[in-house]
């Protein structure tokens, strides 16, 4: 009977987890997009078992997964071809294989096509994914979101493409606007709307959601004006700071509340919400 290289993740409802349940599952989800998974069967909140199409894939999911979620429990498994497939459709999730990717019908992945520009993001850095999910976490229903910082604009093509109702990228670097145009013009279907400016000096509508993946010292210092910025009942994205840098960038925006927090690789994600 052919067996299937599997690994077990375990620990996702602990009490003590850094992030809520739901948010950390969409954290491996992008994760586990990088890699050629053949099935997810979730058969508890506490626990996954991912199954590859073969060994090596496995053992490279393996240590990304070991590394990025130091505390989860995350074990190889080979599991012998019972009928699992048919037992975990209700859960299966989209696959990223190459340029190719596979949904099944309940489960249509967004897809965002960046070009590559030095300097600017692609979408592989810890913060960007970690921005991506966090967006994924709450309603863009109706919502006017300020992605401040914008790069290459994959974080604000992503909240038009979720739905939000206008969204506005806004960078002083003009050459970073340039890309952030090109890559615009790559996914028709997100409707942007794009400013070279400095933050303090450009006059700006208030956002429902403002997104800044920035640096800890810049957030520190942006943090009145992001503030002032953010519509009654706002949330602020905020990444591009350490785990060290936390405690700052939190007490310089007292207050919001943390709704969600992700880390990976020692960077972190939080999702501010007024008190």
Not at 61 to 87: K, Q, S, T, Y
Not at 116 to 135: D, K, N, V
Not at 154 to 169: R, Y
Not at 232 to 253: K, P, Q
Request: net charge negative.
């Amino acid at each position: 009977m052919r067996t299937w290289p599997a690994v077990v993740v375990s620990g996702l409802a602990r009490e003590n987890s850094s992030t809520t349940p739901g948010y950390e599952a969409e954290l491996l989800h992008v994760t586990l997009a990088n890699h050629n998974v053949a099935a997810i069967d979730e058969p508890s909140a506490d626990q996954w078992r991912v199954f590859f199409n073969d060994p090596a894939e496995r053992g490279q999911a393996l240590i990304e997964l070991r590394r990025g979620f130091p505390h989860l429990r995350v074990d190889p498994l080979d599991v012998a071809d019972e009928n699992w497939a048919a037992r975990s459709q209700a859960n299966l999730r989209a696959v990223h294989v190459g340029r190719i990717i596979v949904a099944p019908p309940w489960d249509t992945p967004v897809t965002i096509v960046i070009r590559p520009s030095m300097g600017f993001g692609t979408g592989h850095h810890e913060t960007t994914r970690l921005c991506l999910a966090a967006l994924q976490q709450i309603s863009l229903d109706r919502c006017r979101v300020l992605d401040v910082g914008t790069g290459s604009g994959v974080l604000a093509i992503a909240a038009s493409l979720l739905g939000a109702e206008a969204v506005t990228g806004i960078d002083d670097d003009s050459d970073a606007i340039q890309a952030a145009w090109d890559n615009l013009s790559l996914n028709p279907s997100a409707q942007v709307t794009l400013i070279v400016g400095d933050l303090k000096a450009t006059e700006l509508p208030p956002a429902d959601t403002i997104l800044a993946n920035l640096t800890g010292g810049v957030l520190i210092q942006a943090a009145e004006r992001l503030r002032k910025l953010t519509n009654a009942h706002g949330r602020l994205i905020l990444s591009g700071f350490t785990a060290d840098e936390e405690r700052d960038v939190l007490a310089a925006f007292g207050a919001f509340a943390v709704e969600h927090r992700g880390e990976e690789g020692g960077w972190v994600c939080v999702t501010l919400k007024e008190s």
